[in-house]
C-alpha cells in the first residue's frame, strides 16, 4: 500500500483515536489543577502508546497526575458495513 498515511496504516493494524484528558497538579501551585488534552492513535483497552506517555509523565515532568480519562474510537470496524437494498442513478 505505496502512498497510504501512517493514520490509516495504523487503524488497519487495530489502532482506534484517543481522546485523553490528563489533569494534573501545578507544581508551583500544588492546590490546583491544570489540564491537558491531546488526541493520539491507540489499541483498547491495553493503551500501550498512553501507558508509555504516562511513564515517561511520571518519570520526567514535575506535575503529579490527579485523573486520566480516555474517550476511544475504532475508526475501521464491522460496524461501518451495512447492507443497502437498492440503487439510486445519479445523472
Known sequence: MDGASQDFMKQLE???????EIHYFLPDH????????????????RFPVLRGFLDYWSREIEGPLHS??????????PQEWQAVDGIISIH
Open 68 to 77: 486520566v480519562r480516555i474517550a476511544h474510537n475504532h475508526l475501521i470496524g
Open 30 to 45: 500544588p492546590k490546583l489543577l491544570q489540564l491537558f488534552a491531546f488526541q493520539q492513535y491507540d489499541v483498547a483497552p
Open 14 to 20: 487495530g489502532y482506534g483515536l484517543s481522546t485523553i
